[in-house]
């Protein structure tokens, strides 16, 4: 005599498939409307980076992140004193990024700048010495502030140890009374720097990942496969 199967044994196994389908097909989607963000952001930074540059002036009043990378061109004069050193890696190995307050000849809040990257090693005092005191030039990208450091490392302003530019604390800590809402990474400054150790600009690294294609296709693949399981499990189970 033929007992067959359970409603249960039946039912379970294929709903549980067509829910991991349904989460798949979710995964999927969210990964398609991803890329279609990251396109968008790359677009955008494409068109930044090589538009002509612009004066602070012309930056909103409120939100400036929908302008990061876009290229600035500031004049005026640093405040040596206010120099952070920040830890940095780059291209060129361990070192810092030599952070300077810059204020403008028209008065406002002084513009924090990453005049460059100077190797592991260098002192604060030597870093203040070779900024120079004269009016200066620079142009460079728009970047917001950094206000975390990294999970076993936070700033820690009473040691000078700087992990992360979080310009607000390095404002306060620098007695400047005022809170900067983005600093610039320099890619050129007029005239060039000579008093050593002279900061090398231009290492800012604009890399986006894009691997949402990939990983869309690889979630409609799963989800192909959770229908093909279920139809088999289906009729196995009849």
Do not use: C
Request: hydrophobic share 50%; proline share 10%; charged share 15%.
């Amino acid at each position: 005599m033929k007992t067959g199967s359970s409603p249960t044994r039946r039912v379970l196994p294929v709903f549980v498939l067509l829910v991991f389908m349904g989460l798949f097909l979710a995964l999927g989607t969210w990964q398609v409307r991803r890329l279609a963000w990251k396109e968008a952001l790359i677009a955008d930074v494409d068109r930044a980076l090589h538009a002509a540059p612009i004066a602070p002036a012309a930056l909103p009043a409120g939100d400036v992140a929908p302008f990061s990378y876009h290229r600035l061109i500031l004049s005026g004069h640093f405040l040596p004193q206010a120099t952070v050193l920040v830890t940095a890696t780059s291209p060129l190995g361990n070192g810092y990024w030599v952070m300077v307050p810059l204020a403008a000849h028209q008065g406002g809040v002084p513009v924090w700048i990453n005049r460059g990257f100077v190797p592991l090693g260098t002192r604060l005092d030597a870093a203040r010495g070779a900024v120079p005191t004269g009016d200066v030039s620079v142009t460079g990208l728009l970047r917001p502030s950094e206000p975390k450091g990294t999970l076993f490392r936070a700033n820690r302003p009473s040691d000078e140890r700087w992990y992360a530019r979080d310009l607000p604390v390095m404002a306060a800590t620098r007695h400047l009374g005022t809170e900067p809402r983005y600093f610039v990474d320099a890619q050129s400054e007029t005239p060039r720097p000579t008093v050593a150790p002279v900061p090398v600009p231009g290492l800012t690294v604009i890399a986006f990942p894009n691997n949402h294609l990939s990983y869309a296709l690889t979630w409609f693949a799963l989800a192909a496969l959770s229908l093909a399981a279920t139809i088999v499990v289906w009729r196995k189970a009849r």
